[in-house]
């Protein structure tokens, strides 16, 4: 057991560094541990093992660069805007803090729940396949009629389906590489265009607070738990990831400030991942990048290897979270001390570099209409959350079976 446990660890220092640079998915680095593992004398089990561990610790330091530079990846695009509203607010640190504090509760708490309910969970998944673009048809209603006038709802719908349009184009009609589709879509939606408000509102970072946290311990404990049920929902349920988990979760129950929002968004994330790991041995089914890579390695997990798996998974994230927290205050007192339209800047052009590198002019083009839709969100005055059309629009059309007579529409 002893190098399981020196591999989860270090799974856990991989998984902090790819957490903190924008672009670089764990998914990538499982495909490159799956050809060599056996050269370095490593198990199926042990390398599984370090998988999920980068996979936990990645989702706490993902945190980071989400919060302090507007640079998400796809699960935690949503938290950008609440995020860096705390940020320039003087609670760069709390944003964080709660993120991770729901991460972290989602965790303990979804541990019992997978063991007690996992004999449900096959049948679960298999009812709702035929009915998930129902729900999401629903839940996108509910998202644009709720910005309340005629004129927002327009605007609302125009973003939904513009940004839609965009997810369809790149993720169905392969306009770029599977792998790196994301990358641009959502730095430019969430990322990208508001670091450029930012930029035009010639934003200064504040002198930054070390107060409690909004929200007190009882509306913690809560919002994490509505987390963990939304990621265990979708973890479960057939073509729904994290991002569209929190946006389903944020309209059903009505969360409206940063602080639980974040909370919140923090648990689903965390829950998802192990839900979604799970589903391995609950379902057969791999949910996730990482459970791919873990069912490459492993093929069926029986209840044995899913305990060593969700162990190494919590000891990681219990390593992130408290390294996560300190690397917080480090960065954020390094950026206290540099001018944040610089910062911005650089990320900026840090992001269009990784674009360009992964996936060229393409990827830059995609990068620029993304952000164009996103800068509307503003100038509209909607809620970015529109903007996860990108991934939602298409998994509708996927369940509903109308992707191929959309895209034969513009001729794809």
């Given at each position: 057991?002893?190098?399981?446990l020196?591999?989860?660890?270090?799974?856990?220092?991989?998984?902090?560094?790819?957490?903190?640079?924008?672009?670089?998915?764990?998914?990538?680095?499982?495909?490159?541990i799956?050809?060599?593992?056996?050269?370095?004398?490593?198990?199926?089990?042990?390398?599984?093992?370090m998988?999920?561990?980068?996979?936990?610790?990645?989702?706490?330091?993902?945190?980071?660069?989400?919060?302090l530079?507007?640079a998400?990846?796809e699960?935690?695009?949503?938290?950008?805007?609440p995020?860096h509203k705390?940020l320039?607010?003087?609670?760069?640190?709390?944003?964080?803090?709660l993120?991770?504090?729901?991460?972290?509760?989602?965790?303990l708490?979804?541990v019992?729940?997978l063991?007690?309910?996992?004999?449900?969970?096959?049948?679960f998944y298999?009812?709702?396949?035929?009915f998930?673009?129902?729900?999401?048809?629903?839940?996108?209603?509910?998202?644009?009629?709720?910005?309340?006038?005629?004129?927002?709802?327009?605007y609302?719908?125009?973003?939904?389906?513009?940004s839609g349009?965009?997810?369809?184009?790149v993720?169905?009609?392969?306009v770029?590489?599977?792998?790196?589709?994301?990358?641009?879509?959502?730095?430019?939606l969430?990322g990208?265009?508001?670091?450029?408000?930012?930029?035009?509102?010639?934003a200064?970072?504040?002198?930054?607070?070390h107060?409690?946290?909004?929200?007190?311990?009882?509306e913690?404990?809560?919002?994490?738990l509505?987390?963990?049920?939304?990621?265990?929902?979708?973890?479960?349920?057939?073509?729904?990831g994290?991002?569209q988990?929190?946006?389903?979760t944020?309209?059903?129950?009505a969360?409206?400030?940063a602080?639980?929002?974040?909370?919140m968004?923090g648990?689903?994330?965390?829950a998802?991942?192990?839900?979604?790991?799970?589903?391995?041995?609950?379902v057969?089914?791999?949910?996730?990048?990482?459970s791919?890579?873990v069912?490459?390695?492993?093929?069926?997990?029986?209840?044995?290897?899913?305990?060593?798996?969700?162990?190494?998974?919590?000891?990681?994230?219990?390593?992130?979270?408290?390294?996560?927290?300190?690397?917080?205050?480090r960065?954020?007192g390094?950026m206290?001390?540099?001018?944040?339209?610089?910062?911005?800047?650089?990320?900026?052009?840090?992001?269009?570099?990784?674009?360009?590198?992964?996936?060229?002019?393409?990827?830059?083009?995609?990068?620029?209409?993304?952000?164009?839709?996103g800068?509307?969100?503003e100038?509209?005055?909607?809620?970015?959350?529109?903007?996860?059309?990108?991934?939602?629009?298409?998994?509708i059309l996927?369940?509903s079976?109308?992707?191929s007579?959309v895209?034969s529409?513009?001729?794809l």
């Amino acid at each position: 057991m002893i190098d399981i446990l020196l591999l989860s660890l270090a799974g856990c220092v991989i998984g902090l560094f790819t957490g903190m640079i924008p672009g670089l998915h764990t998914n990538t680095l499982a495909v490159l541990i799956i050809p060599i593992y056996s050269y370095f004398g490593i198990s199926p089990l042990g390398a599984s093992v370090m998988i999920s561990s980068i996979m936990a610790s990645h989702i706490f330091s993902s945190f980071i660069p989400a919060a302090l530079l507007g640079a998400p990846d796809e699960d935690t695009a949503l938290s950008v805007l609440p995020a860096h509203k705390l940020l320039m607010s003087g609670r760069g640190l709390e944003a964080i803090f709660l993120m991770v504090a729901g991460a972290s509760l989602a965790l303990l708490l979804s541990v019992p729940i997978l063991f007690l309910s996992m004999k449900a969970f096959g049948s679960f998944y298999e009812l709702t396949r035929p009915f998930v673009h129902y729900v999401l048809i629903a839940i996108v209603s509910l998202m644009v009629l709720g910005e309340g006038t005629k004129e927002k709802i327009f605007y609302a719908a125009l973003v939904f389906l513009m940004s839609g349009l965009l997810g369809l184009f790149v993720l169905d009609a392969r306009v770029l590489a599977p792998q790196d589709a994301l990358l641009p879509v959502l730095s430019g939606l969430f990322g990208v265009s508001t670091l450029l408000t930012s930029l035009e509102k010639k934003a200064a970072i504040p002198r930054q607070k070390h107060s409690a946290p909004g929200i007190n311990g009882k509306e913690m404990m809560k919002f994490a738990l509505v987390g963990t049920l939304g990621g265990l929902m979708v973890g479960l349920m057939p073509g729904i990831g994290a991002s569209q988990a929190v946006a389903l979760t944020q309209q059903a129950f009505a969360i409206s400030s940063a602080e639980s929002f974040l909370v919140m968004l923090g648990s689903v994330n965390a829950a998802d991942s192990l839900f979604s790991m799970s589903a391995l041995y609950t379902v057969g089914n791999p949910r996730s990048g990482a459970s791919v890579a873990v069912e490459r390695l492993m093929g069926e997990i029986g209840i044995n290897e899913l305990t060593i798996i969700v162990g190494s998974i919590l000891l990681s994230s219990g390593v992130a979270a408290f390294l996560s927290l300190k690397i917080s205050k480090r960065a954020l007192g390094f950026m206290q001390k540099i001018n944040y339209s610089m910062v911005s800047r650089f990320v900026i052009v840090f992001i269009s570099f990784m674009v360009f590198s992964f996936s060229g002019l393409t990827g830059l083009l995609v990068l620029s209409t993304a952000t164009s839709i996103g800068i509307l969100c503003e100038r509209f005055g909607v809620k970015r959350m529109h903007c996860m059309g990108c991934l939602l629009l298409p998994t509708i059309l996927f369940f509903s079976g109308n992707v191929s007579n959309v895209m034969s529409l513009f001729g794809l």
